[in-house]
């Protein structure tokens, strides 16, 4: 757990707005989630995103481990266009569900992913969709950029936000 002080000049900020200035490592997005789920509070409260900061108020962050991921990776054929060890690159055929849905929990691109990638995918997706910044629909083919660890995604997720990607 991470625990802030509010100090003189830093008051009057959004609660989302100040965190995110804090903690680089994090979306904003991510934030947002965070003090939704109660894992950000202030003076021991919970707050919304748009609490505005005060002088002395005790900020407390709780960053929850990456849940374990329960799917199973398949050998299913991805065409990779490229890779490093921040980012894979695939070209998503027309037909192939991204990740695990109601109706869809194996035979998608995740579990594709998950048997190419083995443990380098990024778990802030969540356990259903881990490394995945963006998609695509199952009828629709295209190029999706997936991030291998926390910090691509986070930096993925800033530029799709910012449309710099």
Same mark, same amino acid.
């Given at each position: 757990m991470q625990e802030i002080? $509010? =100090? !003189? @000049? &830093?008051?009057?900020?959004?609660?989302?707005?100040? $965190?995110?200035? %804090?903690? +680089?490592?994090?979306?904003?997005?991510?934030?947002? +989630?965070?003090? &939704?789920? @109660? !894992?950000? %509070?202030? !003076?021991? +409260?919970? =707050?919304?995103?748009?609490? %505005?900061? =005060?002088? @002395?108020? %005790?900020? !407390?962050?709780?960053?929850p481990e990456a849940k374990e991921v329960n799917l199973k990776p398949q050998n299913i054929p991805i065409n990779i266009i490229s890779e490093d060890n921040d980012i894979i690159v695939i070209n998503k055929e027309k037909g192939i569900v991204v990740h695990p849905a109601e109706g869809n929990w194996d035979g998608t691109l995740v579990n594709a992913i998950m048997a190419h990638c083995k443990d380098s995918l990024s778990g802030i997706g969540g356990e259903l969709r881990p490394g995945i910044v963006h998609r695509l629909d199952k009828d629709t083919s295209g190029i999706l950029v997936i991030a291998k660890n926390d910090k691509a995604h986070i930096n993925l997720s800033e530029q799709i936000k910012s449309r710099e990607i």
């Open positions: 002080i $509010v =100090q !003189n @000049g &830093e008051e009057n900020i959004r609660l989302d707005s100040f $965190v995110s200035n %804090k903690i +680089k490592d994090l979306s904003r997005t991510m934030i947002v +989630k965070l003090i &939704e789920s @109660g !894992n950000i %509070k202030i !003076n021991e +409260k919970l =707050q919304k995103p748009s609490y %505005k900061t =005060q002088v @002395g108020d %005790k900020i !407390n962050i709780e960053i």
